[in-house]
DNA sequence: TAACGACCTGAAGCTGCTATAGGTCAAGCC
DNA sequence: GGCTTGACCTATAGCAGCTTCAGGTCGTTA
């Protein structure tokens, strides 16, 4: 009845819902060699495991901080080949921290360039009356 | 001799250096009707005024915080037409900002999965030896 | 049994640039 | 004068990263 498949399986909505990418963009991530290791059931639907579903969650977080596919792709490719190349992503993680960091700042940047803009737009308003 | 044309008339890579919006990314912007106010000399070649160029520097804050082309046209659009709009256009820029602040939020979040992502690698290359 | 909903595929479309090809013009050099 | 160089110009094609659409397969439910 009610049972969602094996427990520790998810089905694609549920990855979507949890991890925040849309379901067009995970079929998509497969596609593009993010995910190749996703599974099939008999019916030809994904079934995704906790450590997919983990998986796309790290993807969609490098993705929001703005990781190029292809550098996810070569991430990707780490991941897949095991544990033997911890190192190597760790390394890769400690790289795209710094760039989130640059992005943070330029961000914040932004925010003191707009602050200062509504400013002058009150001064500009204060000086029509 | 050394004379940069008029003073207080820039040269498009001027803009495109002070502005930090690549000169093809000028051109488009234009073409799209984000300032399709921006002069031109005898020659055909552009010439911004001081304001041209504040007016760029808001436009790269904008989009570099996610503002999407439809609202910056919206956004032009108002500035084009005078300082009636200056009320409107506060409205917008505060929604914006809102907007803006949601994003270094989730950023943050990222951040902190990113980190956390870093501790397993660590825990788990102690727990390799 | 028919209709619904959740999944599937492949391909086209969209946004925001970026790169390329080909041309104009002024300045500097021989 | 003729030649090259460099900064600009246009128009168009290409690219990244999705999203949307058309059309199809299941399993469940009324």
Redesign the pocket.
């Known amino acids: ?2 049972l969602t498949g094996k427990a520790n399986c998810m ?4 990855v ?1 819902e949890r991890t925040g ?12 060699g993010l995910c190749p290791f996703i599974k ?1 059931g ?5 079934t995704f495991s906790k450590s997919d579903a983990d998986w796309l969650e790290l993807l969609a977080s490098l ?1 929001a901080t703005g ?4 550098k ?1 792709r070569a991430f990707a490719n780490l991941y897949a080949c095991g544990d033997d190349t911890i190192q190597e992503r760790k390394a890769a993680l400690l790289v795209h921290g710094q760039s989130l960091e640059d992005r943070q700042a330029e961000l914040d940047r932004c925010h003191t360039i707009l602050n200062r803009k509504l400013q002058r737009y009150d001064d500009m308003m204060k000086d029509q009356k």
């Open positions: 009845m009610g089905k694609i909505s549920e979507s990418l849309s379901i067009s963009t995970i079929r998509f991530y497969e596609k593009s099939r008999t019916d030809g639907k994904r993705r990781m190029p596919m292809a996810m």
